[in-house]
Nanobody, 127 residues
Framework: QVQLVESGGGLVQAGASLRLSCAAS????????MGWFRRAPGKERAFVAA????????VYDDSVKGRFTISRNGANYTVYLQMNTLKPDDTAVYFC????????????????????WGQGTQVTVSS
């Protein structure tokens, strides 16, 4: 089992930045690809960004490309989502997810690919 805990959400104005963190504990000696997803009010959970276990592959949804950056610190099993130039449309609950993998260079974009999920952190962007 892997436990994921997100932090770093909050209320900001449009144009501001936030950095979300996702701390993993449990079976962290395994290989995990990581992803960030979000659920906006009244909408389905949607892909935001993903990173492979090796850090060599990253994928972003078009809506955040150029503004968000996903990264990971293997030493402390933490994944980050740096969010710049935030827009009101970015308002959502953000979830991190982990997938146990054998492939080291694949980043996964579909929620069904992931094995473990955090509880989420709220990001609210005011106009």
């Amino acid at each position: 089992q892997v436990q994921l805990v997100e932090s770093g959400g909050g209320l900001v104005q449009a144009g501001a930045s936030l950095r979300l963190s996702c701390a993993a504990s449990g079976r962290t000696f395994s290989r995990y690809a990581m992803g960030w997803f979000r659920r906006a009010p009244g909408k389905e959970r949607a892909f935001v960004a993903a990173i492979s276990w090796s850090d060599r592959s990253t994928v972003y949804d078009d809506s955040v490309k150029g503004r968000f950056t996903i990264s990971r610190n293997g030493a402390n099993y933490t994944v980050y989502l740096q969010m710049n130039t935030l827009k009101p449309d970015d308002t959502a609950v953000y979830f991190c997810a982990a997938k146990a993998v054998a492939s080291t260079h694949t980043a996964y974009t579909t929620p069904g690919s992931y094995d473990y999920w955090g509880q989420g952190t709220q990001v609210t962007v005011s106009s």
